[in-house]
Nanobody, 125 residues
Framework: QVQLVESGGGSVQAGGSLRLSCAAF????????MGWFRQAPGKEREAVAV???????TYPDSVKGRFTISQDNADNTLYLQMDSLKPEDTAMYYC???????????????????WGQGTQVTVSS
C-alpha cells in the first residue's frame, strides 16, 4: 500500500502561481500512475493532471497549458505546478495513486484507489 501526503496549498490572487507537493510513503515501486484531482464545494471531484511511471502525462482542457504535473522518483514525490491561476481553480486538491496497469491514462476518480487528505487552494479575483 501507499500513503499520500499533500502540501503546498494556500491563497493566491488570480494570475498567480502555486506548487503542490505529494509525498508518497510505502510500496511505491509498482505504482502505474499518480494524479491530481480537485473538488469544489457542491461539485464532483475531477482530474486535473495524471502521470504514469514512464512520465507520460495527460490533462483536461480546463488546465492544459497552465498546470504541469511532474514526479521525482528518487524522492517519491509528485508535484503540480499551477500557473495563471483563476478563481474557478479554487478547490480542495487531492493526490491519488493507482497500482493496476491500464492501456490509457485514467481521469476518473474511481480508477484510483489511494488518496491523500487534500490541500486547499483558494484563488481570489
Amino acid at each position: 500500500q501507499v500513503q499520500l501526503v499533500e502540501s503546498g496549498g494556500g491563497s493566491v490572487q488570480a494570475g498567480g502561481s502555486l506548487r503542490l507537493s505529494c509525498a508518497a510513503f510505502g510500496y511505491t515501486y509498482t505504482l502505474y500512475c499518480m494524479g491530481w484531482f480537485r473538488q469544489a464545494p457542491g461539485k464532483e471531484r475531477e482530474a486535473v493532471a495524471v502521470i504514469d511511471s514512464d512520465g507520460i502525462t495527460t490533462y483536461p482542457d480546463s488546465v492544459k497549458g497552465r498546470f504541469t504535473i511532474s514526479q521525482d522518483n528518487a524522492d517519491n514525490t509528485l508535484y503540480l505546478q499551477m500557473d495563471s491561476l483563476k478563481p474557478e481553480d479554487t478547490a480542495m486538491y487531492y493526490c491519488a495513486a493507482r497500482y493496476g496497469y491500464l492501456d490509457y491514462l485514467p481521469l476518473r476518480p474511481d480508477d484510483f484507489g489511494y488518496w491523500g487528505q487534500g490541500t486547499q487552494v483558494t484563488v481570489s479575483s
